[in-house]
C-alpha cells in the first residue's frame, strides 16, 4: 500500500515509522530484526531502508595497495522484500542517483515492482567521501527531480529504451526529501523550496524532511511549502542525539542548528547513557508537540540501535 493511502486511511492521526540502515556486508540480518521486533507494537505502517553510496576501498596486495569501489553496505532491495515477508509491513527503499546508472535505477524498479513495493524515496545522494561536490555518475541522474522523472514514466510503461502496453504497469508512490534548514548546497531556503516545489510538480508524492530539533524550523518550513503550492503531506524525520560527539558532527553533515537548551543538557552529561536519556527526552518533547499540531507521521532516524526510539515511542503513542 502507498505511504499517501497510509495516511489517508489513518483519518488525521498520526503514523509512526522509521528509518534504517543495512548492515555493514558480512553481517547477518538478524541484528537488522532484532532491532525491529520491539518496535513492531508500534505499528509502523512502512519502514525506510537507506541506500548507502560506493566508497573507495584500499586492499593490501603484496604490500601494494589496490584502490577498489565498493558498497559497504549493500542489499536495500532484498531488505525491504525480507521485512515485507517477514512483518507483513510496507517497505521503501531509497533510490538514489549518485553511483547508479538510469539502466540499473531502471533494473532496480523491475525488481522492486515484481515484488509488490509499492513505495520509493528518490534522492539525490551525498558527494562521495573524496569529492567536494556531487559528481553525476556517468550514465546516472544529477538530481532527484530527474529519477523523479525517471519513476514517473516508468508508472505509466515508459522504459528508458521502450514504451511497453500494458495493463500491468508499475504504480510507484514516490518520497522526496525536503530541508527545514535549506540543503547545504542551496543558495537560500527560498531557492531550495522552489526546487521541491518542482519535485512534486515532477510526481513526487510526498515529503520527507531532513532531522531538526527545533520545531518552529519545521512549522515555518511547512509555512512557506503551503504558500509556494506544495500541498502534499511533509513528514517530519526525527533523530534522538544519542552520544556526546554528535554536538560535533551532526552540524557540519547536515547542515543544522541544534538549540542551545538542548547543547546545554548534552554537554552536563557525564557519560553517554546520560546524553541518550536527554537524547530520548528531547525528541519526546519534539513528537508531542508536533503530533498535537497534527503532522502526518512520525518518522525516527534509528541508525540501527531501536532502545531509543522504543522509549520515544512509548511516551507518544
Ligand atoms: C529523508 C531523507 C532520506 C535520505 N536518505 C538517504 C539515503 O538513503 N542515502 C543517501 O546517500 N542519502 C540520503 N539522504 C541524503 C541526500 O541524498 C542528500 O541530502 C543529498 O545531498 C541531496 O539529496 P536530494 O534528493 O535532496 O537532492 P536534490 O533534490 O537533487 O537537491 C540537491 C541540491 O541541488 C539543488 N537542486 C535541485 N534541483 C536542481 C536543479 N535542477 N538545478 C540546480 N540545483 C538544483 C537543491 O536545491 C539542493 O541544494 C537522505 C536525506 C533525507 C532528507
Same mark, same amino acid.
Given at each position: 500500500?502507498?505511504? &499517501? ?8 492521526? #498520526? ?15 538478524? *541484528? ?8 513492531? *507494537? ?7 531502508? &537507506? ?18 569501489? #565498493? ?19 510496507? &517497505? ?8 547508479? #546508472?538510469? *539502466?540499473?535505477? *531502471? ?15 528518490? !534522492? $539525490? ?8 561536490y556531487f559528481?553525476p ?21 515508459? %522504459? ?5 502496453? &500494458?495493463?500491468h ?19 537560500? !531556503?527560498k #531557492? ?11 510526481g ?5 524532511t ?5 520545531n518552529?524550523? %519545521? ?35 547536515? $547542515? ?5 537548551d538542548?547543547?546545554?543538557a ?18 519526546i ?7 498535537a ?21 512509548k511516551?507518544?503513542f
Amino acid at each position: 500500500m502507498k505511504v &499517501t493511502d497510509h495516511i489517508k486511511k489513518a483519518n488525521g492521526n #498520526t503514523l509512526f515509522s522509521f528509518e534504517i540502515i543495512p548492515p555493514v556486508k558480512g553481517r547477518s540480518i538478524q *541484528e537488522l530484526y532484532n532491532n525491529i521486533d520491539p518496535l513492531m *507494537e508500534f505499528e509502523p505502517p512502512f519502514i525506510d531502508v &537507506t541506500t548507502s553510496r560506493e566508497e573507495y576501498v584500499y586492499i593490501d596486495r603484496d604490500g601494494l595497495l589496490d584502490k577498489k569501489l #565498493t558498497r559497504m553496505r549493500p542489499g536495500t532491495v532484498g531488505i525491504c522484500a525480507s521485512i515485507k515477508h517477514k512483518y507483513d509491513v510496507d &517497505t521503501v527503499p531509497h533510490v538514489l542517483c549518485g553511483g547508479f #546508472t538510469k *539502466e540499473e535505477t *531502471e533494473y532496480l524498479l523491475v525488481d522492486c515492482h515484481y515484488l509488490g513495493i509499492d513505495n520509493v524515496m528518490a !534522492l $539525490r545522494g551525498d558527494a562521495m567521501k573524496e569529492e567536494k561536490y556531487f559528481e553525476p555518475t556517468k550514465g546516472g541522474h544529477p538530481y532527484a527531480i530527474d529519477l523523479i522523472r525517471q519513476i514517473q514514466n516508468l508508472n505509466c510503461g515508459e %522504459y528508458l529504451h521502450e514504451v511497453v502496453e &500494458t495493463d500491468h504497469c508499475a504504480d510507484f508512490c514516490i518520497g522526496a526529501a525536503g530541508y527545514p534548514e535549506k540543503h547545504l548546497e542551496a543558495p537560500s !531556503l527560498k #531557492t531550495d523550496l522552489k526546487r521541491l516545489k518542482e519535485k512534486v510538480d515532477a510526481g513526487a508524492d510526498y515529503v520527507v524532511t531532513q532531522m531538526f530539533f527545533d520545531n518552529k524550523k %519545521y512549522f515555518e518550513f511547512v509555512k512557506q511549502a503551503r504558500a509556494i503550492g506544495i500541498d502534499v503531506p511533509i513528514i517530519p524525520g526525527i533523530k534522538p542525539i544519542a552520544v556526546k560527539r554528535h554536538l560535533q558532527l551532526l552540524p557540519p553533515i547536515f $547542515r543544522i542548528d541544534l538549540p542551545q537548551d538542548l547543547i546545554d543538557a548534552v554537554e552536563a552529561c557525564k557519560d553517554n547513557k546520560a546524553v541518550r536519556q536527554v537524547g530520548i527526552e528531547w525528541a519526546i518533547e519534539q513528537s508531542k508537540e508536533l503530533k498535537a499540531a497534527g503532522v502526518p507521521v512520525l518518522h525516527y532516524y534509528s541508525m540501527g540501535k531501536s532502545d531509543n526510539i522504543k522509549a520515544i515511542a512509548k511516551a507518544v503513542f
